[in-house]
């Protein structure tokens, strides 16, 4: 399945941002979702993760207490909120997804993943 990422753009430093990704078909509450980022010269970094429930959310340390991670089963879309946003959160933003069975179920770890968006630039400005 394709994922379609969007909402990326060109912030100051201390702005805020909210990133979607939308699921294609009917099967978005059987997919655990994440985000993850890469920044230019480095590697793809876990970022937050989301259980199917949404009961469940996980975050990287840098980002915790300033970005959100929240779905919306009846839109087929999860969301990033990207709140206080710093120079070093500038990267490709890529939405993922995997199908699991255990409803509070959730991964750290991109292998996991099955399903991937196209990614969408955020560049935060200092």
């Known amino acids: 399945v394709q994922l379609q990422a969007s909402g990326g753009g060109l912030v100051q430093a201390g702005d805020s941002l909210r990133l979607s990704c939308v699921v294609p078909?009917?099967?978005?509450?059987?997919?655990?979702m994440g985000w993850f980022r890469q920044a230019l010269g480095k590697e793809r970094e876990f970022v937050a993760t989301i259980s199917r429930s949404g009961l469940k959310t996980v975050y990287q340390d840098s980002v915790k207490g300033r970005f959100t991670i929240s779905r919306d089963n009846a839109k087929n879309t999860v969301y990033l909120q990207m709140n206080n946003l710093k120079p070093e959160d500038t990267a490709v933003y890529y939405c993922a997804g995997v199908q699991l069975h255990y409803s509070e179920g959730y991964s750290t770890n991109e292998r996991v993943y099955e399903s991937w968006g196209q990614g969408t630039q955020v560049t935060v400005s200092s």
């Open positions: 078909g009917r099967t978005f509450s059987t997919y655990a």
